[in-house]
């Protein structure tokens, strides 16, 4: 079989499970498959992977164009109104919660009141900008204590949906935090080596940067897998919006850091800095988040060898993961297995993730030449 086809049929086959899922899953938030009993567990629509079931389904309603599917999608962000409505539940990641969602939604079909919760939730993302610092608060003191002066490489995720705000309203200013927050993560968190640490603090007064601080990954000083891929697919965003070259190198440093470091069948350990045990648990996720992100930076890259390297490079996870990790079978709802939330608290080790799910699908979109969603 061509690696063509194998992409092809890992395609097809996800979307059809999609298909098969959808009516059991329903109108429901889930984030991991916890146990042998294969069914996706139940999060509270007002956590931060409350999006990705809904974006899943978006992205098999663009293969199938089955009806039922795009009613669910519009049900499952309806049900989203009351976290947006209740507001202090939420914090930086609006982003993850309401692109593939309401954004998705306004996209595809102009609808209005999409729009506006697209434009709520950008509104609610861009209050978070910290002037001194110029840099996004992550987190609400419920999520972490002391946590005014935190700022996480994931945030860089959320950052499509101030420039869409900006797209939409012609107003700058969404853009231009998304800019600025972008320009203090290249210079505190990207490490010489084009490494990052999931967190850093700040004084939130002065702005200041005051070091890197414990987070998902082993210490301060380690690399974290998924916040890799996290930067690679955040610069790879920002260079695509702003057309700056700097972002687009260090998106391509991440990216090549990040193949160097994948063990022999090119699943990645959920730290890269893990030793003896710590080295049980994959991180499928990272691989997938860092699939559609490379798939995202290849064509955007002037020089061709560059450019077909990373997209080699992405076609060499994606056939990993369907090797090492994808089920198209009923026995579990997930389609990626081996994703690791947070292995320092040991919450969900080597379990499917829906985020694992949705980036694989998104990836194997982007080899069809089909637009992404963030
Ligand atoms: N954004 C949180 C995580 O990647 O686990």
């Known amino acids: 079989m061509t690696a063509d086809t194998l992409f092809s049929n890992a395609y097809q086959a996800s979307v059809e499970k999609i298909i098969r899922i959808s009516e059991e899953i329903g109108v429901s938030f889930p984030q991991v498959v916890p146990d042998e009993r294969g069914i996706y567990n139940q999060e509270d629509p007002a956590y931060w992977t409350g999006g990705f079931w809904g974006g899943l389904l978006w992205l098999a309603y663009r293969a199938c164009g089955k009806r039922e599917l795009f009613e669910?999608?519009?049900?499952?962000?309806?049900?989203?109104?009351?976290?947006?409505?209740?507001?202090?539940?939420?914090?930086?990641?609006?982003?993850?919660?309401?692109?593939?969602?309401?954004?998705?939604?306004?996209?595809?079909?102009?609808?209005?009141?999409?729009?506006?919760?697209?434009?709520?939730?950008?509104?609610?993302?861009?209050?978070r900008f910290n002037l001194a610092g110029k840099f996004l608060r992550a987190w609400n003191e419920e999520q972490r204590e002391d946590s005014t002066g935190l700022a996480i490489i994931d945030c860089l995720m959320n950052l499509p949906l101030l420039y869409w705000a900006s797209e939409v309203t012609g107003d700058p200013r969404?853009?231009?935090?998304?800019?600025?927050?972008?320009?203090?993560?290249?210079?505190?968190?990207?490490?010489?080596?084009?490494?990052?640490?999931?967190?850093?603090?700040?004084?939130?007064?002065?702005?200041?940067?005051?070091?890197?601080?414990p987070g998902q990954g082993k210490s301060a000083d380690s690399v974290w897998s998924r916040?890799?891929?996290?930067?690679?697919?955040?610069?790879?965003?920002?260079?695509?919006?702003?057309?700056?070259i700097d972002y687009g190198r260090t998106a391509c440093g991440m990216a090549k850091r990040f193949f160097e470091n994948l063990p022999e069948d090119k699943i990645p350990l959920w730290d890269f800095c893990a030793e003896g045990e710590e080295r049980c648990a994959k991180d499928s996720s990272a691989?997938?988040?860092?699939?559609?992100?490379?798939?995202?930076?290849?064509?955007?890259?002037?020089?061709?060898?560059?450019?077909?390297?990373?997209?080699?490079?992405?076609?060499e996870l994606l056939a990993a993961?369907?090797?090492?990790?994808?089920?198209?079978?009923?026995?579990?709802?997930?389609?990626?297995?081996?994703?690791?939330?947070?292995?320092?608290?040991?919450?969900?080790?080597?379990?499917?993730?829906?985020?694992?799910?949705?980036?694989?699908l998104e990836a194997l979109g982007r080899l069809k030449r089909l637009p992404g969603i963030f």
């Not at 080596?193 to 700040?202: E, G, Q």
Request: include cysteine.
């Open 321 to 360: 993961l369907i090797r090492e990790c994808a089920c198209f079978s009923p026995e579990s709802q997930g389609i990626i297995k081996n994703g690791t939330v947070n292995f320092t608290t040991r919450r969900y080790v080597n379990v499917p993730i829906i985020y694992g799910d949705f980036y694989f």
């Open 227 to 244: 916040g890799q891929a996290w930067a690679i697919y955040g610069f790879a965003t920002a260079f695509q919006e702003t057309g700056r």
């Open 287 to 315: 691989a997938c988040i860092a699939a559609s992100g490379m798939l995202k930076l290849a064509p955007l890259l002037a020089d061709k060898e560059e450019r077909e390297q990373m997209e080699s490079s992405a076609r």
């Open 72 to 127: 669910l999608a519009c049900e499952i962000e309806q049900a989203q109104d009351a976290a947006l409505e209740e507001f202090t539940g939420l914090h930086h990641d609006v982003g993850f919660m309401w692109l593939p969602t309401a954004v998705t939604h306004y996209r595809e079909t102009g609808c209005g009141a999409s729009r506006v919760r697209g434009l709520k939730a950008a509104s609610i993302l861009a209050s």
């Open 174 to 213: 969404f853009r231009q935090i998304a800019a600025a927050h972008t320009d203090t993560v290249q210079r505190t968190f990207v490490r010489e080596d084009f490494t990052v640490p999931h967190i850093m603090r700040f004084d939130p007064e002065t702005g200041s940067a005051l070091g890197a601080v």
